[in-house]
């Protein structure tokens, strides 16, 4: 293009080797030799053309070896100046050195004008492009208030409600949330909105926790006093200084049980802290009170004249010993004739008690549940199911073997099952001496020595051992119907109603009214009441 000449009277023109730039001329003077003054083939004004037609060597006005030809170190724009061509270094000076059709490219920058000198532009100017500022210019545009020194990037913040680091803040960092403090007791009013500011009013502070800002005393880490305020800011009232309360009626120093007690740090007159006293309008009643016999629980323990009690049984004998049958009374106050044993197994007699003397009357005097031991009873004693028996081996008639069993409180023996019908049986078994026979003076016992002894008679000829020793064979038991014929009744009156006759009997036979045991085989026969056999006695 002609622009791209050196000057406007240049024209850009073409050759066989391409384009370049002529100078312009006005007669064949102005042009070097092999150079005519002449028109462009394009048309135009004059300029100094190869005379050949053709650019041959070197054609370099200004002598810098850049123009047109092939001997050219390159194309030269400007031939009036050698500072000009292809291989020249761009200057800033608003020229196209280096003929590349820029001008000053490469050395332009961006600058802001720097009204407060303070090495920062203004952000709000545009900025212009060049490679030689003015001064006071420079290359940044960061300075967010150009017309204060104080004001730009890294400045220190300050509370004064500008951006004074130009970080689009206004005194970050500094502003803090502020709340009145009207008792001016260090702690805000918790229920305003706090203001946000780094320059706050007087009495403002920087927390809000008072939870009354009206009272001074009132603020967390106050002292809790019992006035039904919230003292500490804690959300609860009174804490630590409530205690339950009880009424204390009869001013014990024991509070009601019964009540339901009051939470509260300020008590009425006559309340105390606890609820433990189980009767509160009776002073003498209540915890640790003495135990008394009046069936009140007058130590408040849940029990009634413990320690007190004991049980008792009725003494009809008075012989201090009371009745086992009876069942006792647990109490502290008892009745007269009472005592604190039960060990009296017949409390109808004063004699019959505990370590009483026993004596052989068919009852168990000293209640150890043994009838007649070591009494010295006569005959041969025994013991069976509760009950005391006397094996008597001397051959007695009926009536005066009840008699003698009688006479010692004893009856002849009533069988009441097959069981002590067996314990007669062993009895009769267990007892040795010789037989009725060879016996002579009849008392049952052989060798006896006495007058009419068994000696004299067995020394007729047939010696005593030949007599032997064996059991009872037969007893007298106290069955008898001598009252009423054929309804046969016990001596004693016992109403046991087993039978265990031999078959065949009873059958009267020669008026027999009388009951005898025939140990073997075991079962009964009416006898003869005056004939004489061994008996057996048996206690009440």
Known sequence: MDADCGRTSDRCVTLPEGRACAIACSSGTDCPTGYDCAPPTDGGSTQCLPSSGTCAGCFDPDGDQYGVGNACLGLDCDETRATVNEGATEFC????????????EGLKGQYWPDTDADGFGDENVTPIQTCAPEAGWVTNGDDCDDMLFAIKPGAVEVCDGADNNCDHQSDEGLELDYWPDGDADGYGNK????????????????????????LFSDKPGGTEACDNRDNNCNNQVDEGLKQDYWPDGDADGYGDTNVTPTNTCAPQSGWVTNGSDCDDTVFAIKPGAVEVCDNVDNNCDTQVDEGLVQSYWPDVDLDGYGAQNATPTITCTPQGGWVTNGTDCDDNASAIKPNATETCDGRDNDCDSVVDDGAGCPCNQSQWGGHSYLLCPTPTAWSAAQTACAAVGYSLVAVGSSAENDHARNRANAVTFCTYTCSYDGDGECDDGGPNSDWSVCAYGTDCTDCGTRGIARLWLGLNDVSVEGTFVWAGGDPSSYRNWASG???????????????????????????????LCESP
Do not use: M, R
């Open 191 to 214: 229920n305003v909105s706090p203001t946000n500011t780094c320059a706050p009013q007087s009495g403002w502070v920087t927390n809000g926790t008072d939870c009354d800002d009206s």
């Open 93 to 104: 000076d608003g020229e196209d050195n280096d003929c590349d059709f820029g001008i000053d």
């Open 505 to 535: 009997e009873p059958n009267n036979s020669g008026d027999e009214d009388c009951a005898e045991l025939i140990v073997s085989p075991g079962n009964w026969n009416d006898n003869q009441c005056a004939n004489t056999l061994p008996y």
